[in-house]
Nanobody
Framework: QVQLVESGGGLVQAGGSLRLSCAAS????????MGWFRQAPGKEREFVAT????????TYADSVKGRFTISRDNAKKSLYLQMNSLKPEDTAVYYC???????????????????WGQGTQVTVSS
């Protein structure tokens, strides 16, 4: 059983920064692609960023490119999202996700069928 626990959310003013963390347990962390997604009130969940198992391949949504950085520490079984220059439109619940199959590129992952954490709220005030 894979467990993902997000932390680091909170309330921040526009222009500020937050660092989200996702702690994983239950299997070999380093073999699986990981991702961050978010869901704002009244909207569908959307892709934010993904990272390959080794950390060598990262992808970002256009809306966060240049402001957010996804990273992972396989020794600590942790995934991170550094969020800078936050905007009110970044307000959402942020979810960590893990591929169910090992050794796939993030582009090959069926994220709707991934393992998901419970989410952490990020609120950016104007």
């Amino acid at each position: 059983q894979v467990q993902l626990v997000e932390s680091g959310g909170g309330l921040v003013q526009a222009g500020g920064s937050l660092r989200l963390s996702c702690a994983a347990s239950g299997r070999t962390f380093s073999s699986y692609a990981m991702g961050w997604f978010r869901q704002a009130p009244g909207k569908e969940r959307e892709f934010v960023a993904t990272i390959s198992s080794s950390g060598g391949i990262t992808t970002y949504a256009d809306s966060v490119k240049g402001r957010f950085t996804i990273s992972r520490d396989n020794a600590k079984k942790s995934l991170y999202l550094q969020m800078n220059s936050l905007k009110p439109e970044d307000t959402a619940v942020y979810y960590c996700a893990a591929d169910r199959s090992p050794s796939r590129l993030p582009s090959q992952t069926k994220w709707d069928n991934a393992y998901w954490g419970q989410g952490t709220q990020v609120t950016v005030s104007s």
